[in-house]
C-alpha cells in the first residue's frame, strides 16, 4: 500500500458539481451514466488520491488526471482501455497482447468509474471492466517513467574507478556458476567495462567465453577474429601506431553493443589500452554547457567505413547523432564518436554547423581530460569486455609483434542474460 493513503481505504466518485458525495459507510462505489461526466471536473479519494479532468480543456479532449503519492498521472482513456489486462485482452502465459488495438473506438470513453485504496476500476460502454493497480500505473505511466532510470548506471573517471576496485571474475566461475556470471554482469552494467581472468590464451578459449553471455554477432570482420599490426585489413586498427579514443562500428546503423578484446601475445613494448567512459564525459557537457548536449543529441550525422584491401570490399555508412538519448527522460544510452569514420558533414545546416563544432569540442574536451583516461595493460589471459554504446578504447603506439583476438557480441542478448539472473538491464 502507498504511504500516501492513510487510514481511510476507499474512494468516492462525485459526478460533476451537481452530485452529492456520500454513501456507503465508506466503501467504494461505482456511479453509473456518462463515463464523461462521471469523473466530473474535480474527483477527489478521501485516500488521498484523486482523479479529475482539466476544466479548460474542450469536452472532446478531456482526460483523466489521476494523482497517486507523489505523483500526478495524465491519462487517456484509449490507453487505459488498449493496456487492459483481464484475461480477455492480455494473456498472462505469454505475455502478449489480445485484444486488437484498431478495434478500440478512438472516442471511447468509460461508463463508470471508481477507486479503491489500491486499484482503478472502469466500466467500459459495452460492460467489460478493466482493473489497474495503482502502482502498476505509477510505474507505467508517463510522468513516473520520467522519474525511472531505464540502465542504472556508476559514472567514473580514471580515480574513481580505482577507488572501487572493481573486482575481476575468475575465469571457471564465469563460466560454470550463476553467481559468478551474475557478478560480471553487474559489474559490466555499472561501469561499462568488466574482466574475467585465468582464461585460456586462445581463440577458441575466448570464443566460450563470449558465449557464456551472448551470441556473437558476425560482422565484416567475420566472427572471431585475430587482430595484429599485418594491416590485412584497411584500418588504422590492423597497425602499430597509436589509436584515440572512439567507439566502434559508428558506420553501422546499429552500432555492435559490446566487444572483447583478449591479448593472446606481446614481443615488446607499448600497447597499453585507453578506456574512456563516455557518459561521464557527457554528463560534464550536460552540466556545464546543455545547450551543447541537446544539439549533439538532436543533429544526425553520417559515418562511412570504405575499404579496398586484398579481397576484402566494404562500403558501411550509418546515421545517427552522437549522442542518443531516450525522449521521455533524457537518459542517455548510446554516444556515437569516431573521428576516424565520421563523414562529410552535410546533414547540419549552415546555420547549425558552426554550433554542432563547438558542441562536439565540448564533448572532446571531455573525453580528452588526463583524469578521465582508464589505462590498462592487457596480458594474455584477461580477457576485456566494453560496452561499445559508452566506453571508448584506444590504444598507445608499440613495438613488437602484438596479437589480440575477440569479437561482437549483440547487446540484446547480453542484457536479456543479465535480466534472467534478476539484474536492471
Known sequence: MCESFRAARS?????????AAGGGG??????PGAAAETLGNSIRSASQASLHHPPAQPRARRAPELTYGN?????????????????????AKTNQRSLDTASVDLAIRPQAVRVDEST????????????????WLVKNSYEGQKKQVMHPRILWNAEIYRQAQVPSVDCRSFLETDEGLKEFLQNFLLYGIAFV???????????????????????????????????????????KLALDRHTDTTYFQEPCGIQVFHCLKHEGTGGRTLLVDGF????????????????????????????????????????????NVYPWNNELYLIRYNNYDRAVINTVPHDV???????????????????????????PGKALFVDNWRVLHGREAFTGYRQLCGCYL????????????????
Open 26 to 31: 465508506g466503501r467504494s462505489r461505482e456511479e
Open 71 to 91: 505523483t500526478l498521472m495524465r491519462l487517456d482513456f484509449v490507453w487505459l482501455r488498449d493496456h487492459c489486462r483481464s484475461a480477455s485482452c492480455y494473456n
Open 280 to 323: 561521464h564525459a557527457a554528463e560534464q557537457v550536460l552540466r556545464r554547457a546543455p545547450e551543447h548536449f541537446e544539439l549533439l543529441s538532436r543533429v544526425p550525422l553520417k559515418h562511412e567505413y570504405v575499404e579496398n584491401v586484398g579481397g576484402c570490399h566494404n562500403h558501411m555508412i550509418g546515421v545517427g547523432p552522437v549522442l
Open 120 to 135: 482503478l476500476f472502469l466500466t467500459w460502454p459495452d460492460g467489460h471492466v478493466t482493473r489497474y493497480g495503482l502502482e
Open 197 to 239: 581472468e585465468n582464461v585460456a590464451p586462445t581463440k577458441e578459449d575466448t570464443e566460450i567465453l563470449a558465449e557464456r553471455i551472448s551470441i556473437i554477432r558476425e560482422t565484416i570482420y567475420g566472427r572471431m577474429w585475430y587482430f595484429t599490426s599485418d594491416f590485412s585489413r584497411g584500418d588504422t586498427a590492423y597497425t
Open 410 to 425: 549483440t547487446r540484446d542478448d547480453v542484457l536479456n542474460t543479465a535480466r534472467l539472473l534478476g539484474l536492471q538491464a
Open 11 to 19: 474512494a468516492c466518485w462525485e459526478q460533476g458539481a451537481a452530485a
Open 353 to 379: 554547423v558552426r554550433r554542432w563544432y563547438h558542441a562536439h569540442r565540448a564533448l572532446t574536451t571531455e573525453l580528452r581530460r588526463p583524469e578521465n583516461e582508464l589505462w590498462v595493460k592487457l596480458k
